[in-house]
């Protein structure tokens, strides 16, 4: 079991950042894949950014240029650097973690990030 732990959600302006982080414990092996997801009123979950153990990262056009994806493998951390943020990106912000070896999925809670206009 893998559990994730996000913080860093709040109320920010549009054009402002915000910076997200998600601790994980528990069992941690590599191969694995780290990633946040995005869940908005009424709209499926989607992902945002995603880096694998080995560092390798994609993300959504929708954030190319604005967010970035980072991992911490020692302290099992996983941030996101939210920039330029525009109203369209509010929603609740979920961390996954993918075993790779087991293709297990384990999630967080979420946390909320709000954009005002």
């Known amino acids: 079991q893998v559990q994730l732990v996000e913080s860093g959600g709040g109320l920010v302006q549009a054009g402002g950042s915000l910076r997200l982080s998600c601790a994980a414990s528990?069992?941690?092996?590599?191969?694995?894949?780290m990633g946040w997801f995005r869940q908005a009123p009424g709209k499926q979950r989607e992902l945002v950014a995603g880096?694998?153990?080995?560092?390798?990262?994609n993300s959504a056009d929708s954030v190319k240029g604005r967010f970035t994806i980072s991992r911490d493998n020692a302290k099992n951390t996983l941030s996101l650097q939210m920039n330029s943020l525009k109203p369209e990106d509010t929603a609740v912000y979920y961390c996954?973690?993918?075993?790779?070896?087991?293709?297990?999925?384990?999630w967080g809670r979420g946390t909320q990030v709000s954009v005002s206009s």
């Open positions: 880096i694998t153990s080995g560092g390798a990262t």
């Open positions: 528990g069992r941690i092996f590599s191969p694995n894949v």
């Open positions: 996954r973690f993918t075993d790779q070896r087991t293709k297990a999925d384990y």
